[in-house]
């Protein structure tokens, strides 16, 4: 499998903190893969994301994207070309007053011919399932569409990554399912490699491998099920498992013989069922 | 109570007025206003007053706006007309004398040849705004300002700032909003007081709105980087703009009605 993204022993602080935000991360993303990063506020989760595009660069160490370093200046649009990002607040990620020229914004920088323009965002905004806000102003839009809006603009780079920084964090449930309804279906369905951070457990739980990061280390890795089984380890971290975890790992201290790697309702519901079956 | 400012509202329609070309909009409407100002005579303005409902007719813009957008600049006229009325001086004898004020017939005439420029000169740029849209506004002063770029005028950086202006304007409405709210329900009094407790309670709404202000300005940096953000050079523009038969038919329409206007100065003799 081809990397994506590579970062290797990267150290990396802000002039105004004394100690370093990101102290020797390595991670490595391969394509197609959908990574979830927990971790607890200030453990350095945002600052990683913001190397993957280049928009910070590592004081030492290296972070590469499909074989791109992050510090070569003339690479600098192909790789934000590459990766994408989506921020917390939707609101302060729109530039323009009508939704399909925000859209357009990122192409008409990359100086796309206008046709070709309209062919790839018309494109996008079907994707992510805002095409009928196309001609609406951003500000009568709900929080998770304007989300939505902010993705298909990044979509519409044709990335082969997006890094998204806890996108839900600000939207209602309602806003929160389908925005991570429009991630998956991104990464399932046109391959399109997805980097969540987020502090929701169930997104997590959804994810092919769970990165955890606590002080600016790297201290988990690991698919949702490795993860969230270690149920004592997770917590030290002060981070949460997800209800279902939660609910056998009670029920286990309390001497009853139930797995933690359960995480979905389903299983859970099943591992239940033929407990009390006996 | 913020909700009710509406800086350049735009009414969408699709009349000829609104599918004309920015550009050619913008151009006409700073001609409407130099020759406003260039009617000295009486059929010449009554021309220029005559193309306002007529204009406004084919918007399809209804009469009750205009009289909206008329009144906060109520106190101008009055403060010209005040003016004019008072210190202009008249070659004959005064019309009127009241102590040491004196009101010639000079100053009337000059006080509605003003008052009429002013009306007309709102009304219609108003209609400009009224049937454009801000995003094709500023399109089109972007375009039509190309050419300062020679002189190192920064047009494109212009032209962003002010959609990014008016994108934020709804969006920082309503954070003073929330900021208010949040302060009346720790205790400030924001609508009792004398003048200067009222001007005073409104730093501490000003202040939490600047720096968010700061914040978002901040991370919307970032989120145009992200984006390939880079300036003007080399952008490419999703909405072309094209002249159209409709718009040429219209400039035509236009350069022979402001010929006329400029054709009254030297049959008819000036009101002022």
């Known amino acids: ?278 | 109570m913020l909700k009710d400012i509406t800086i350049g509202q735009h009414f969408p329609g699709n009349s000829p007025i609104h599918r004309l070309d920015p550009r050619i909009k913008l151009i006409v409407t700073v001609a409407y206003v130099v020759f406003l100002f260039l009617s000295t005579n009486a059929v010449g303005l009554a021309l220029c007053i005559a193309a306002i409902p007529a204009l406004y007719g084919i918007a399809k813009i209804p009469v009750k706006l205009l009289k909206k957008s008329l009144k906060p600049i109520l106190p101008i006229i009055l403060f010209t007309v005040v003016l004019n009325l008072f210190f202009i001086t008249g070659d004959g004898a005064p019309l009127l004398q009241i102590w040491k004020i004196k009101i010639y017939m000079e100053g009337i005439m000059f006080c509605i040849v003003m008052v009429i420029r002013i009306i007309c000169l709102i009304s219609g740029t108003s209609l400009l705004t009224y049937t454009t849209s801000p995003i094709e506004l500023t399109d089109g002063l972007e375009r039509l300002m190309a050419p300062l770029n020679v002189v190192k005028f920064p047009v494109h950086e212009m032209a962003m700032m002010m959609t990014i202006a008016l994108r934020f304007i709804p969006t920082l409405v309503e954070e003073t909003d929330k900021i208010i709210s949040a302060q009346k329900s720790r205790g400030a009094m924001l609508d009792s007081g004398s003048f200067t407790d009222r001007v005073k309670a409104l730093v501490p709404i000003l202040i939490p709105l600047f720096i968010s202000a700061f914040r978002r300005a901040d991370e919307l940096a970032t989120a145009m980087e992200c984006r390939c953000y880079h300036g003007g050079k080399g952008r490419t523009r999703l909405k072309q703009l094209k002249i159209t038969s409709n718009d040429i038919m219209c400039s035509v329409v236009c350069i022979v009605c402001f010929a006329v206007i400029f054709a009254t100065r030297f049959f008819f003799t000036p009101l002022i």
């Open chain 1, 1 to 278: 499998m081809q990397e994506m993204i590579k970062a290797e022993n990267l150290w990396f602080g802000y002039s105004d903190e004394k100690e370093k935000a990101l102290q020797g991360v390595n991670f490595t993303a391969t394509k197609g893969e959908f990574i979830a990063v927990l971790g607890s506020n200030g453990c350095g989760k945002s600052t990683l994301a913001k190397h993957f595009n280049a928009i910070l660069v590592p004081d030492e160490g290296r972070v590469s994207v499909l074989d791109m370093l992050t510090s070569d200046d003339d690479r600098l649009f192909d790789i934000r070309q590459k990766v994408g990002m989506v921020f917390q607040n939707p609101d302060n990620q729109i530039v323009a007053t009508i939704v399909e020229e925000d859209v357009a914004f990122a192409l008409e920088n990359m100086g796309v011919e206008p046709t070709e323009i309209r062919r790839r965002i018309d494109e996008a905004m079907e994707k992510t399932g805002v095409y009928k806000f196309k001609d609406k102003a951003p500000h009568h839009l709900s929080g998770g569409q304007k989300q939505r809006v902010a993705i298909a603009g990044i979509i519409a780079m044709r990335p082969d990554c997006i890094v998204l920084d806890e996108p839900t964090a600000m939207l209602d449930p309602e806003g929160r399912r389908k925005v991570l309804k429009t991630i998956k279906t991104l990464n399932k369905e046109y391959g399109i490699t997805v980097i969540l951070i987020t502090h929701y457990m169930d997104e997590a739980a959804q994810a092919d491998r769970i990165v955890v990061m606590s002080k600016g280390k790297v201290v988990k890795e690991g698919t949702p099920k490795e993860i969230f089984s270690q149920v004592e380890l997770v917590k030290s971290l002060s981070l949460d498992v997800p209800q279902t975890s939660e609910i056998a790992y009670e029920l286990s201290k309390l001497g009853y013989n139930l797995s933690t790697e359960a995480i979905s309702i389903d299983e859970c519901a099943q591992q239940l069922y033929d407990f009390l079956k006996g």
